[in-house]
């Protein structure tokens, strides 16, 4: 029975496997800008580009390449992060100007990307675990939240922690020189107990500016035990 022309290359192929590899090696050496040419001529025609594109979206789509790619983040997470710290500071003006001039497109991608479910439920997972596990960040999160509620929706004048007149730290400190700290209250079990106004929120015209400031002044905010506050109310 006569061969194929594909069967007749594939047997070839195996009985010659080193010798062609080896001329292809040498080949590639030789030639190494001719390829580079070749490739880029043949990977910018549109239809490439297109079929390409269509692969890779249908490639990376299936659920045992998006787990072993998250394997692989995973169990490179550090060298990955120093690979990119690198790589941003020997790139940092073309980064600047990129930015620059693809400011809405980044901002619409931002948005695209933040707005996809998993996404979201990603991020709210590692909101949850940052603010059980890192008390700067479950004092900064709730001292903002607290504030756009006083707020009703309005937009501040400055950021939270300029408004309370001190970062986060200096705010802990602060807590921990008032009357009101207890010797059983720490920054880890912040939650056990809040930080209270010592002239309530609701004795304040929150509509005038110097107000609003002195309510939030680090110098009226005291900690005080999470049920004593809850009995305190608006008093």
């Known amino acids: 029975m006569k061969k194929s022309r594909k069967e ?7 009985k010659n496997k080193e010798r062609i590899e080896e001329k292809q090696k040498e080949y590639i050496l030789k030639n190494k800008e001719k390829i580079k040419e070749r490739a880029l001529k043949y990977h910018s025609k549109p239809e490439i580009r ?12 299936r659920p045992e390449i ?18 990119q710290k690198e790589w941003y500071l020997k790139n940092k003006e073309y980064v600047k100007e990129y930015c620059l ?13 933040h707005s996809r479910p998993e996404v979201k439920k990603h991020e709210n997972k590692c909101l949850r675990e940052r603010r059980r596990n890192d008390p700067i960040f479950r004092m900064k999160v709730n001292m903002r939240s607290a504030m756009s509620n006083a707020l009703s929706g309005r937009r501040k004048s400055n950021s939270t922690m300029k408004i309370i007149g001190c970062s986060v730290e200096g705010l802990f400190q602060h807590l921990d020189s008032c009357k009101s700290w207890e010797p ?26 110097l107000q609003f400031a002195l309510c939030w002044d680090k110098s ?13 109310g608006a008093r």
């Open 66 to 83: 998006k787990e072993e790619r998250r394997e692989y983040r995973f169990k490179n997470k550090e060298w990955r992060r120093e690979l």
């Open 184 to 209: 059983w209250m720490t920054r880890e079990n912040y939650g056990k107990w809040d930080v209270d106004h010592i002239i309530a929120i609701a004795n304040w015209d929150i509509n005038c500016p």
């Open 8 to 14: 007749y290359f594939k047997e070839y192929y195996l």
């Open 50 to 61: 297109k079929r390409i594109k269509e692969y890779q979206k249908e490639y990376y789509s």
């Open 220 to 232: 009226n905010l005291q900690p005080l035990e999470h049920i004593a506050n809850i009995k305190k």
């Open 101 to 113: 001039k693809n400011k809405e497109h980044i901002q619409q991608w931002k948005r695209n990307y």
